[in-house]
Nanobody
């Protein structure tokens, strides 16, 4: 059974930092790309960034230079380091197995990030 569990969300002030984790199980983690997405209230889910199985990384323009994605294949975990957070970053953050080209097939339950001004 494939499972993704996000953690690390919370409430913080603008300008702060947070690191989200996504622990995966049920698949050979190192063979798959991973993506991070977010969904704010009343808005559609949007792509934040992704990392391929080989380590190629891409980011949405809205987070480029502030967010960093990494993965630890020994721990079957992908991370999203978020710096210089803004109120507009407030959303539920999700991780998923997949790539922008092939799509995403398994999703976590999400973790809430709230940034106050």
């Amino acid at each position: 059974q494939v499972r993704l569990v996000e953690s690390g969300g919370g409430l913080l002030q603008a300008g702060g930092s947070l690191r989200l984790s996504c622990a995966a199980s049920g698949r050979t983690f190192s063979s798959y790309g991973m993506g991070w997405f977010r969904q704010a209230p009343g808005k559609e889910r949007e792509f934040v960034g992704g990392i391929s199985w080989s380590g190629y990384i891409r980011y949405a323009d809205s987070v480029k230079g502030r967010f960093t994605i990494s993965r630890d294949n020994d721990k079957n975990t992908v991370y999203l380091q978020m710096n210089s957070l803004k109120p507009d970053d407030t959303a539920v953050y999700y991780c998923a197995f997949g790539t922008p080209v092939n799509g995403y097939d398994y999703w976590g339950q999400g973790t809430q990030v709230t940034v106050s001004s």
